[in-house]
């Protein structure tokens, strides 16, 4: 069986296509890319030109977008059962493609304090957040999961929204979506996904913290301060994960935020 290499980060979308590998059973090879400049290299941007994770490569053939991702390994892997059969797909690819489209872009634009002017919503695929939210609570009522009575990739890229969108507060947390959410994340699958995330976030920070004592800050420039400074805000600037590493530039100290 050809390996899958899978480049991501744990603090990204990525979280959503290891979910899916755990479901597939299928062997794979996690590369950690962190963001900014590692991210943007000719290399990897060869792989992916928009410079952004995850991406796999399966078979030499490349696969990026988590919907895309999703959908691939479902009909790569089909002994894990993980989409209908193909005259039974209807609701699979039309609540998996909601998520992808206006619920992304929806919870995205308010994240971002940008809300539709009512009289513009025409223009906009998702029109309004209320009509998104209402529409993803309908859908996840109907039946035990997205698409049926059977868990599919389609519940794994919606569950993932639902998850982080509660997480964050960019979702409503509505009974609906936490009982969705709770079934969902009950499978081994999810659980081992978050074990093997949480373990290589928790890496990356003893890595830099490590890697970056108070001696070595006292020695640097002030530029050399300043790309230092930015770098780690790319990489661990998150505040709701825990044990993110602090750093005092002016005081030239580190520290562990505490879980």
């Not at 290299?41 to 490569?57: D, L």
């Not at 513009?120 to 957040?129: C, D, H, N, P, Q």
């Not at 830099?208 to 108070?214: E, K, L, N, P």
């Amino acid at each position: 069986m050809s390996e899958i290499v899978f480049y991501t980060n744990p603090m990204s979308r990525g979280r959503i296509a290891r979910w899916m590998l755990e479901e597939t059973g299928a062997p794979y090879r996690a590369e950690i890319v962190p963001f900014g400049p590692p991210m943007k290299t000719a290399v990897y941007c060869a792989i992916n030109p928009m410079g952004k994770v995850p991406s796999i490569v399966h078979r030499q053939k490349i696969v990026t977008e988590c919907a895309a991702i999703c959908a691939y390994l479902a009909d790569a892997f089909p002994e894990a059962e993980l989409a209908p059969t193909t005259t039974d797909r209807a609701d699979y690819y039309r609540w998996m493609f909601f998520a992808a489209g206006p619920l992304e872009a929806a919870v995205s634009n308010r994240a971002l304090g940008f809300v539709v002017p009512e009289d513009r919503r025409r223009m906009i695929g998702y029109g309004s957040f209320d009509d998104v939210m209402a529409t993803l609570e309908k859908a996840v009522s109907r039946t035990a999961y997205i698409a049926g009575e059977r868990f599919t990739a389609a519940d794994v890229y919606v569950g993932s929204h639902i998850g982080w969108g509660l997480q964050f507060g960019s979702i409503e947390k509505r009974p609906a979506f936490v009982d969705y959410l709770g079934r969902v994340s009950e499978r081994p699958a999810y659980r081992r996904a978050v074990e093997l995330d949480d373990a290589a976030m928790a890496a990356m920070q003893n890595s830099f913290a490590t890697s970056i004592s108070d001696t070595s800050i006292c020695d640097l420039s002030a530029p050399e301060l300043s790309e230092r400074q930015t770098y780690l805000r790319q990489q661990f600037g998150r505040r709701d994960f825990p044990g993110i590493v602090e750093v005092d530039f002016e005081d030239r100290r580190i520290a562990h935020l505490p879980a």
